[in-house]
Structures are given as C-alpha cells and as structure tokens.
C-alpha cells in the first residue's frame, strides 16, 4: 500500500525560503505524477505544482510560479517542493499526492484538480509571518 510522508513545513518571515519534501513508500509501478497541493483554512484545497513520474515535465500554478520549484529524486522515490520569497498568502497546510490516473504530458489541466490523485500524505503546516 502506498504511503505518503511530508516534511519540512515550519514557521518563516516573509521574504523566506522553505523545502518541503515528500517520501513515498509502496510506489506503484504505474505512477505518472506526482504532486503539491495546499489548503488555508477555509479555502479549497489548491493546486500547487506536479511533476511527472519517473521523467517529464513539471507544471506549476500561477500563483507561485517563479518563486516555488518542484523536483525529484527518483532513487530515494522522493519529490521536493522549493520554496522561496514566501509570503502570508502562502500559509497553508501542504499535501503531497500520487496519481496513476493522469500524465502531465497529455492531461496537464486535469493534473491541477485534486481529485485526479489517488493517495495523499497527511501534510505539514507552512506558516509564512508578517
């Protein structure tokens, strides 16, 4: 069974830098994604980047592109999420997803709905400080 453990959230002032990471164990074979999502509370949960598994392409949302990078480290089945030049608005819980269902390739706006993610982490806090 796939499980999803994040890591790296944490307290910064604004203008700050953040890494969060994601291990994955149990990896299915036919894993095309993998992905950042965020939630504030009482908001949706938002698409933040993804990137293709094991090769290809990433994409990144609008809202952090420039400032946030999303990679990969296939051998230890890991993704990483760079953040820098933080601001309050990005103070959300942070998830990382799997998904076998979409490839970014040919899908890449189904790739920024969260329901096309078939197994999720437990996220950890970004609080950015005024």
């Known amino acids: 069974q796939v499980q999803l453990v994040e890591s790296g959230g944490g307290l910064v002032q604004v203008g700050g830098s953040l890494t969060l990471s994601c291990v994955v164990s149990?990896?299915?074979?036919?894993?095309?994604?993998m992905g950042w999502f965020r939630q504030a509370p009482g908001k949706e949960r938002e698409f933040v980047a993804s990137?293709?598994?094991?090769?290809?392409?990433?994409v990144v949302s609008d809202s952090v592109r420039g400032r946030f990078t999303i990679s990969r480290d296939n051998p230890k089945n890991m993704a990483h999420l760079q953040m820098d030049h933080l601001t309050p608005e990005d103070t959300a819980i942070y998830y990382c997803?799997?998904?076998?269902?979409?490839?970014?390739?040919?899908?890449?706006?189904?790739?920024?709905?969260?329901?096309?993610?078939?197994?999720w982490g437990q996220g950890t806090q970004v609080t950015v400080s005024a």
């Open positions: 997803a799997v998904t076998s269902f979409i490839r970014i390739t040919s899908d890449q706006k189904k790739c920024l709905s969260p329901y096309r993610y078939d197994a």
């Open positions: 149990g990896l299915a074979e036919n894993t095309n994604a």
């Open positions: 990137i293709s598994w094991p090769t290809g392409p990433a």
